[in-house]
């Protein structure tokens, strides 16, 4: 099996730039939706960092979930319920 080196070369776009955007123009108790549930975002986490190695672009994805995490810890994300 060939393993999928995960660096600055294999970067990939993830909606991480929008988030950013969206969390920095919110006004004081505003908050960002997000159209997952956390229990998907957590499966989904648990799938990349299991296959980090063959996902091409995991790194990315991982640090987007990350962002999400954060800002929802932060109470400025909302989780679909």
Known sequence: MTRVKNSDTTKFQTPLPQLQETLNGLKPGEKAYCN?????????????????????GADSH????EALLIAEAN???QFKE
């Open 36 to 56: 997952n549930t956390k229990q998907e975002i957590l499966r989904a986490q648990e799938n990349l960092t299991r296959r980090r190695a063959e996902i091409p």
């Open 62 to 65: 991982l640090e987007y979930i």
């Open 75 to 77: 109470g400025i994300l």
